[in-house]
């Protein structure tokens, strides 16, 4: 029976393929305030504000591509049985082949029901644009967690967590939460390996390795010590 690696990625992986995946230190996003764009009260306060900025980083998912760090996780699947929890919206991981992928904050490429989250449509292109509805006439929204909602996958998320033997973090600085938990549910005696080139100071996790690059050559480092 092969070994279960978890793997939670973070904007660091996809920052590499030229995509701001989170807010920046100045509560920025591409220079929208978070209120105005990533809320519910946004999204009913003005939709269609909401809908151009997700258009326009729908727009900049489709234009990037997976760079050597999705590259890398795709071969783990060679030796191990591999889940990957993504923090990030963007489709890089399923681009790059990866098959199994937790989307804790949704994929901008899916649409959801404004009434039914659980309805979810693939977009074609890049927009989505007002007027278009499900099949319960609501207007359709990005299938995107925004700040204030459920986190749905988490609990997938923490099961698969609790069966890891190897848990790889890549790119994320463990202070989002619920994300940043999942690392409670990783069984202690296993190896963990933390991939961030600003990795902060971690204290009270065990069996933890620090690689203190970039996602596109860490990465590729950890895979290959993992795979000899």
């Given at each position: ?19 701001n995946t989170f807010r920046d ?204």
């Amino acid at each position: 029976m092969r070994q279960k690696v978890v793997v939670l990625t973070g904007a660091g992986i996809s920052a590499e393929s030229g995509l701001n995946t989170f807010r920046d230190s100045d509560g920025l996003w591409e220079g929208y305030d978070i209120n105005d764009v990533a809320t519910p009260e946004a999204w009913h306060r003005n939709p269609k504000l909401v809908q151009h900025f997700y258009n326009l980083r729908r727009k900049a998912v489709l234009e990037a591509e997976p760079n050597a760090a999705h590259r890398a996780l795709v071969r783990l699947e060679e030796k191990y049985d591999v889940t990957i929890v993504t923090q990030n919206i963007d489709d890089l991981h399923e681009r790059a082949g990866s098959s199994d992928i937790i989307h804790l904050h949704g994929i901008i490429t899916k649409s959801q029901s404004d009434v039914n989250p659980n309805l979810t449509y693939p977009i074609e292109g890049w927009e989505l644009k007002m007027g278009e509805r499900c099949e319960l006439g609501s207007q359709l929204r990005p299938h995107v967690v925004w700040f204030g909602e459920a986190v749905p996958m988490i609990e997938k998320a923490a099961e698969a967590c609790l069966k890891a033997d190897i848990f790889l973090i890549i790119g994320t600085s463990l202070v989002v939460y619920p994300a940043a938990g999942l690392v409670s549910y990783v069984p202690a005696q296993a190896r963990k390996i933390l991939v961030d080139p600003k990795a902060p100071p971690v204290s009270g996790i065990s069996n933890l390795e620090v690689i203190a690059e970039k996602a596109s050559t860490g990465v590729p480092r950890a895979v290959n010590s993992l795979c000899l």
